[in-house]
């Protein structure tokens, strides 16, 4: 099995910056790729960055350009949020694909004001 950990949410003013940090223990060597979502008040989750093969990275289009996701070699997971939009408010999950199956974090809150 494989936990995962988010950190680093809070309250940001719009513009502002917040960078979220994902743990991974447990069986990280299980994992195939990891990635962020996101969840709004009233919306159903989506997927905001992932890993693909090899070193690609995908992103939505609208965290194009301000969002970077990233990794270090313990499987932990980061993600770089500049420039936040109110509507980036939400509750983020790191999420984990592994030989045998697929792990959410609990999540993490992100506030942005305008």
């Known amino acids: 099995q494989v936990q995962l950990v988010e950190s680093g949410g809070g309250l940001a003013r719009a513009g502002e910056s917040l960078r979220l940090s994902c743990a991974a223990s447990?069986?990280?060597?299980?994992?195939?790729?990891m990635a962020w979502y996101r969840q709004a008040t009233g919306k159903q989750r989506e997927l905001v960055a992932r890993?693909?093969?090899?070193?690609?990275i995908m992103y939505v289009d609208y965290v194009k350009g301000r969002f970077g996701i990233s990794r270090d070699n313990a499987k932990n997971t980061y993600l770089q949020m500049n420039n936040l939009e109110p509507e980036d408010a939400a509750v983020y999950y790191c999420?984990?694909?592994?030989?045998?199956?697929?792990?959410w974090g609990q999540g993490t809150q992100v506030t942005v004001s305008s």
């Open positions: 890993f693909g093969s090899g070193n690609t």
């Open positions: 999420y984990a694909m592994t030989n045998q199956g697929s792990y």
């Open positions: 447990g069986d990280i060597f299980s994992i195939l790729f």
